[in-house]
Each structure stands twice: as C-alpha cells, then as structure tokens.
C-alpha cells in the first residue's frame, strides 16, 4: 500500500541517518562495515527500514530511541 506520508517519513529518516553518519564522522562504507546496515539505501529513502534497524543503529550512534527520533519526525 502506498501513501503520500510512508515517503516523507522515508526522507526524514534518510535525512537523520545521513545526519548522524556525518556526526559520527564515518563514511556509509565503514558504517557498512561496522554494523552489517546498507546506509546507502536508507540514506537514499528506498529501504523501509524495521524497528530491529533502528535500535540497531541506536546503539551504533549511541543515541536513545527518543533521540534518534527528536523533532525530525514531527509534524
């Protein structure tokens, strides 16, 4: 099922991937490396990512759910 709100959800999360990726001062090639997670894909907003993702890349940022999640998503 497609909806217009499922691709802006899908560039937000792109945006704070990419965002956090940078903060961490890794390339998308050594995020790979480090944690098995294709960043290109997300950070391109073609991968829906699961929840499991998520926390995954949590504990990569060392960052909360609620901080990965900060006023980006908000509407």
Known sequence: ????????????????????????????????HDTGIQFSRIEQGKRDVQLSTILKLCHYFEISMAEFFDNTFEK
């Open 1 to 32: 099922m497609k909806y217009p709100e499922k691709e802006e959800l899908l560039r937000n999360l792109a945006l704070r991937v990419k965002e956090l990726r940078k903060i961490k001062d890794v390339t998308q090639e050594e995020a790979l």
